[in-house]
């Protein structure tokens, strides 16, 4: 018993290790948006830039991994939905961050979950108990604290963006739940980051803003961070349980704390992290009960 305890652990190490760099990957490309965007930089030209430099890690990850054998579909249709809601939500968390402190924009991600969840009851016709409710409503008031609905401090631009960037990630994680019975986690990066290299490069041809050489060089590696923290992710739920690394998602805030005071001098309102708070217990309390309903459909099975 000793010997595959031990290796569970190992790898349960792993995987979070995984999902630690994978957000660390994921706020450095945020602070690359948001300080590019401030240099002139458009939004469709970021996000060619992201998608079209995160091929390079991508292509020699499915090169070394599974083979190029993986891009075969059986599901080219659900590829294109899951391709047109996340790009909704790339495209409008970019534009946050032009509009919010990186801070700020990082938490309204945390809302991504609670709008998962009303749209696996909406969507997949799951079940989802008065206890997951209660969550999503205690999150969405934590969203409140955050935004703060008061004449003269809310900034609509900046939180109509924040949040329509999250309902694009929960629908997005819909349709991947929907092609993962049949496709493969390399199989829907590479069709998601064509799918952006071709959005934004298309779009970008009317109205294409020539970068100068350090914005230049900021997208490029916003988009190698950005592929290199894909796979982190990837990875993560490769070597373990969604359950183990899932709530690490959360260091993604400290790393925008630190990133938003080295480059911008930002600190965070405290009822921004309240707020954060609040939707991070709750979208916690959602995912241990969404693993107390897997363990009891298997012990049942």
């Not at 350090?214 to 190698?224: A, D, N, R």
């Not at 796979?231 to 690490?248: D, S």
């Not at 217990?281 to 693993?291: A, F, K, P």
Request: charged fraction near 10%.
């Amino acid at each position: 018993m000793t010997a595959p305890t031990h290796a569970a652990h190992h790898r349960n190490g792993l995987g979070i290790a995984y999902r630690m760099a994978a957000m660390v990957c994921v706020a450095l490309l945020s602070a690359a948006v948001k300080w590019a965007g401030h240099r002139g930089a458009p939004v469709f030209e970021m996000v060619f830039f992201r998608s079209a430099f995160a091929f390079v890690p991508i292509l020699a990850y499915i090169a070394r991994t599974t083979g190029f054998s993986v891009l075969k579909t059986q599901r080219p249709l659900g590829h294109l939905h899951r391709s047109v809601v996340g790009l909704i939500g790339m495209t409008c968390s970019f534009s946050a961050l032009q509009h919010l402190a990186l801070t700020e924009a990082t938490a309204f991600t945390f809302a991504a979950p609670l709008f998962m969840t009303a749209l696996s009851a909406l969507m997949l016709r799951e079940p989802v108990g008065w206890h997951r409710w209660g969550a999503v409503l205690a999150g969405f008031a934590g969203v409140l604290i955050m935004v703060r609905p008061e004449p003269g401090h809310m900034n609509v631009p900046g939180v109509a963006f924040g949040l329509t960037a999250a309902l694009g990630s929960a629908l997005a994680m819909v349709q991947i739940r929907q092609i993962a019975v049949t496709e493969k986690g390399a199989t829907i990066v590479f069709y998601f980051t064509l799918a952006g290299a071709v959005l934004g490069g298309g779009v970008s041809i009317f109205h294409w803003v020539t970068p100068d050489p350090l914005t230049l060089w900021v997208l490029i590696g916003g988009g190698l961070v950005g592929g290199v923290g894909q796979l982190f992710l990837t990875e993560a739920i490769r070597v373990a349980p969604v359950g183990v690394v899932a709530p690490f998602d959360y260091s993604q805030l400290i790393w925008a704390t630190i990133l938003g005071f080295l480059v911008w001098g930002e600190l965070p309102r405290p009822l921004t992290l309240l707020g954060a708070g609040v939707v991070a217990m709750s979208g916690l309390y959602i995912l241990h009960r969404e693993l107390l309903r897997f363990r009891r459909a298997t012990a049942a099975a």
